[in-house]
C-alpha cells in the first residue's frame, strides 16, 4: 500500500508563483508518479509527471514553460514548481503513483492523495 500526501496549495495572485509537495509513505516500488487537477465542473486532467528513477518528465501543452515536476528520492518526495500562474490554473491538484512508466493517463495511476485547493485570483 502507498500512501500520498500533498501539501503547498493556498491563493496566489495571477503571476505568482506556488511550489506543491507530494510525499510518498509504504511500498516504494512506484516508477512513475504524476500530477493531476481538477477544476470545478471540469473532467480531471493531468498536468505532469515523472519517472521515479530515471527524471524523465512530462508535461501538458498548458503548462510547459510554467511548471516544473521533480523529485528527491532520498526524501520520497515529488514537487510541483509552479510560476506564472493564471486564473485558469485554479484547480484541486493531486498527486499520483503507479507501478510502471510514467505516462499522462490519470486512468494509469494506483494512487491518489486527497488533493490540494490551488485558487489564482485575477
Known amino acids: 500500500q502507498v500512501q500520498l500526501v500533498e501539501s503547498g496549495g493556498g491563493l496566489v495572485q495571477a503571476g505568482g508563483s506556488l511550489r506543491l509537495s507530494c510525499a510518498a509513505s509504504?511500498?516504494?516500488?512506484?516508477?512513475?508518479m504524476g500530477w493531476f487537477r481538477q477544476a470545478a465542473g471540469k473532467e480531471r486532467e493531468s498536468v505532469a509527471a515523472?519517472?521515479?528513477?530515471?527524471?524523465?518528465?512530462y508535461y501538458a501543452d498548458s503548462v510547459k514553460g510554467r511548471f516544473t515536476i521533480s523529485r528527491d528520492n532520498a526524501k520520497n518526495v515529488v514537487y510541483l514548481q509552479m510560476n506564472s500562474l493564471k486564473p485558469e490554473d485554479t484547480a484541486v491538484y493531486y498527486c499520483?503513483?503507479?507501478?510502471?512508466?510514467?505516462?499522462?493517463?490519470?486512468?494509469?495511476?494506483?494512487?491518489w492523495g486527497q488533493g490540494t485547493q490551488v485558487t489564482v485570483s485575477s
Open positions: 509504504g511500498r516504494t516500488s512506484i516508477y512513475g
Open positions: 499520483a503513483a503507479k507501478r510502471l512508466r510514467a505516462t499522462m493517463d490519470p486512468y494509469d495511476y494506483d494512487y
Open positions: 515523472i519517472t521515479w528513477s530515471g527524471g524523465n518528465t
